[in-house]
């Protein structure tokens, strides 16, 4: 907030009546000559004297309150507009000003009220609404903070940051085409926003327009280097593209950004540059318990090495886990782990393996379940009508994708209305408005009491024919036990689908069903119908 309001601070200001008086003008000019070369206590010293001579001297309570911000010291800067409003409480610039003050604070609701007043002043006020648009946003207001960036486009309908920030409410508000139109405008009035580059360079990834995404990723990449976000954005473009090699530098820059945090051990990370022949490394899972799934495939090149490997996982994921090839122990994160020489996250080992596209470490299968559970459940399935088959229509309602890669139950009625296959629930968390369906429906069988962990899971998945899920992470154990697994996948698929193909190189048990337009789940559940009569009804 201080760059925003340091830039809003040096915009033209509304008209003073009349001007300072002589004396008052000349050491408020030598302050401003202080604060241009960085003197600041000459500038405030200046600035409080020329107020001394004027009291309505308007720009040195201005400049007097943005230095004192730069010295940082706020509630200073606050008593000197309250001052000044004091003698001029009619000057909507110092309301504004206070505004920006109190959003220093992040005081939303008094820095609402003041640029209110501002407004009530100057109904043109554009800064006054750009500024309440982003704080009403802050505040998830989105509705309001589109209204107020409307406003200030019809003060100024070319303002480029202001069609940013517009951009990124509609966003916020699922208007997706809406978004990518001002992000487009905002670009084409300032070509060298990196922050615009990115937007429209993740809206552009979002509508599948991928060389019009990648254009913008890499030109905001150069702009801001420093720009975690859209190198990070850039890797995940790069690697859903195939392009490998350039892509996992990039999927590293996720360590910079504000929502991954890198663990914090003694022992150095490795890289893949040093030899690790004899060496203990720590592998620890950072992400889903998917990708812990699909990534843990690595152990086996690591083994080759010569290293001695443990893994810190996720607890659902512990048991199956356990005897994994390879592997010296298997811990959950808060257990006291042995000693280890380095340490690497799983997400990271295709980088420090140059993972390429032809090179992905992809065994027909690489986990196993305990023998006697599968056991239990062969026994337990036996009475059903064959086949079996596994069924996951929805993922973590947190997830950030989630709408786009879950389903209603509903939508998958067709699939067990003749009752010729038994459906297996695999589905841990059933939403509201999906247990009616499958309380009414006999074909399909609710199995979530008892999948206590994955290998529950995995047991089960032993003992079916088939397994059919959107893309979670039963997808990733599925492939990762070998067996046939068929994966929905929204129009813009996570990057480890790839595009256009209906296989997988991670995981050569799986096919792939994508939709072929945004939302449209409709065709794809018509193609699942008639690969399921094919497979099971000749």
Not at 224 to 250: C, I, M, R, T, V
Request: hydrophobic content about 40%; aromatic content about 10%; proline content about 6%.
């Amino acid at each position: 907030m201080l760059a925003i309001l340091k830039s809003l601070f040096s915009r033209p200001e509304s008209k003073a009546k009349t001007a300072p008086s002589a004396a008052s003008q000349a050491v408020y000019d030598r302050g401003k000559a202080s604060q241009q070369q960085g003197d600041l206590e000459g500038a405030i010293s200046d600035f409080r004297r020329a107020i001394e001579l004027d009291p309505e001297n308007r720009l040195a309570y201005r400049d007097l309150c943005l230095a004192l911000v730069q010295q940082g010291d706020p509630v200073q800067a606050r008593r000197v507009i309250l001052r000044g409003l004091s003698v001029a409480p009619l000057f909507p610039d110092f309301h504004y000003y206070l505004g920006n003050l109190y959003s220093l604070d992040n005081d939303y609701e008094k820095a609402i009220a003041s640029y209110q007043k501002a407004l009530a002043l100057k109904p043109d006020f554009a800064e006054v609404r750009f500024n309440l648009g982003i704080l009403r946003r802050k505040s998830g207001e989105f509705e309001r903070a589109e209204a107020g960036y409307r406003d200030a486009l019809t003060i100024h309908p070319d303002d480029a940051e202001v069609l940013n920030k517009l951009g990124e409410t509609l966003d916020n508000l699922g208007k997706y085409p809406e978004a990518a139109d001002c992000y487009r405008k905002s670009v084409a009035l300032d070509p060298d926003n990196a922050v615009a580059n990115y937007n429209l360079g993740a809206a552009a990834f979002r509508e599948a327009a991928f060389e019009e995404a990648l254009a913008c990723l890499r030109k905001s990449v150069a702009l801001n280097p420093a720009l975690y976000k859209a190198k990070f954005s850039l890797g995940n473009l790069l690697l859903l593209l195939g392009q490998f090699e350039e892509a996992w530098d990039a999927y590293e820059s996720r360590w910079q950004r504000d929502d991954f945090v890198a663990r914090s051990f003694s022992r150095p990370r490795w890289s893949g540059a040093t030899g690790i022949s004899g060496k203990t490394l720590l592998l620890h899972a950072e992400q889903g318990l998917g990708d812990t799934l699909q990534f843990v495939r690595y152990v086996d090149k690591l083994s080759a090495l010569g290293a001695r490997v443990i893994l810190e996982v996720q607890e659902p994921l512990k048991t199956i886990l356990q005897s994994y090839p390879g592997t010296s122990g298997v811990f959950v994160k808060g257990e006291e782990l042995p000693d280890f020489d380095f340490h690497c996250p799983l997400m990271s080992l295709p980088h420090a393996f140059r993972t390429d596209l032809s090179g992905i470490p992809a065994p027909a299968r690489y986990l196993v379940a305990p023998a006697e559970r599968v056991a239990h459940w062969s026994q337990r399935l036996g009475g059903q009508p064959t086949p079996h088959i596994g069924l996951v229509w929805s993922g973590n309602p947190a997830h950030g994708d989630d709408h786009n890669r879950s389903l209603p139950l509903s939508s998958l009625a067709s699939l067990w209305q003749d009752g010729k296959r038994s459906f297996l629930c695999l589905q841990k968390e059933i939403r509201e408005q999906d247990r009616g369906v499958l309380d009414a429906s006999p074909w399909l069988i609710k199995l979530s009491p008892e999948l206590m962990d994955f290998a529950e899971t995995a047991a089960v998945i032993e003992n079916l024919d088939l397994i059919i899920t959107v893309d979670t992470s039963v997808a990733h154990l599925a492939g990762a036990l070998g067996k046939p697994v068929w994966i929905l996948l929204p129009f813009v698929p996570d990057w480890r689908w790839l595009l256009d193909r209906s296989d997988s190189p991670w995981y050569p048990s799986a096919r792939l069903f994508r939709q072929r337009q945004p939302g449209n789940w409709e065709s794809v559940i018509r193609n699942l119908d008639l690969a399921l009569a094919a497979e099971f009804d000749a």
